[in-house]
């Protein structure tokens, strides 16, 4: 498992350039940013108290799921995604924390297709804090706050996130999903409760990748894995929209999935998924 991120000074690389680009209707977010890195002093201390807190606030969260939200530094952005400090993932997970403070963190979404274009699927472990047990694409996390995930150019810090975690959750080896054949297609900004108490705001960078590979699920993490045709996944978004059989999809995933994965699946399929990248824009959306 990963231990407390290095704390670096943030690399003196060009800016991401970006439009904002609102899809659905627009949320109602503040203006308030971080100004500046929390210290590394600082940053413990408020650690080790938020840390005893959860003892007594959170006591049924699951071991693994607590140490990861102390220990996991995510990095917050503006909208334009630029780097303006980074908070603990209990922090920017708490829908008190996003209300308050604006508090918005980067995101990535993998979306990872085998040789026979079939999407990979996961059902999230009863154990996450949030959305536990819905379905969603491959992979969704973090890039945390560290020197190697920090890299702006060409999204590479989001991309060596991306396969650290596909080991970490699936098991995928990086042999298996080497960075330089992720294809970063776009970006979005999107606000999403869980339980009340917790929830996601996130500007979420996606990825696809078209690998066969081998997986080894970690149950701390992922319930369930599956492939799934086009037609497979319109049956699992019907059976989510009645309600059957339990079916729940991540927000993220479902805003994705009605703007733009069909015409990224037939661009995968074609081979012309360069033809559809847009990291300028950064789509604004509601679920």
């Not at 536990?132 to 810090?157: A, D, F, K, M």
Request: charged content about 25%; proline content about 5%.
């Amino acid at each position: 498992m990963w231990g407390s991120p290095r704390r670096q000074p943030i690399p003196t690389l060009a800016p991401f350039s970006s439009a904002v680009h609102t899809l659905r209707s627009p949320h109602a977010l503040g203006s308030r940013q971080r100004s500046s890195p929390l210290s590394l002093a600082a940053a413990t201390r408020e650690s080790e108290a938020g840390m005893a807190a959860a003892a007594g606030d959170d006591a049924g969260m699951d071991a693994v799921q607590r140490r990861l939200m102390f220990e996991d530094e995510c990095i917050l952005v503006d909208e334009q995604d630029k780097v303006v400090g980074h908070e603990s993932k209990y922090n920017c997970h708490l829908m008190e924390k996003i209300e308050s403070e604006n508090l918005l963190h980067r995101a990535f979404s993998v979306f990872l297709f085998n040789s026979k274009y079939e999407l990979l699927l996961q059902q999230r472990s009863a154990t996450k804090v949030t959305f536990p047990l819905v379905w969603t694409n491959t992979c969704c996390s973090h890039p945390l706050y560290r020197e190697s995930e920090l890299i702006q150019e060409n999204y590479l810090g989001v991309r060596n996130a991306a396969q650290r975690k596909l080991l970490d959750e699936l098991g995928i080896p990086a042999e298996d999903a080497p960075v330089d054949q992720f294809t970063p297609v776009g970006r979005m900004l999107y606000k999403a409760p869980s339980d009340g108490k917790w929830g996601e705001h996130e500007l979420d960078s996606i990825l696809i990748i078209v690998r066969d590979v081998k997986l080894q699920p970690n149950p701390d993490e992922v319930a369930d894995v599956k492939y799934v045709t086009r037609e497979q996944l319109k049956e699992l978004i019907q059976k989510a929209d009645a309600g059957e059989d339990g079916v729940k999809l991540s927000p993220w995933f479902r805003l994705i999935v009605d703007n733009f994965l069909m015409r990224w699946w037939d661009h995968v399929e074609k081979g012309t998924l360069s033809e559809v990248v847009d990291m300028e824009t950064i789509h604004k959306l509601k679920e």
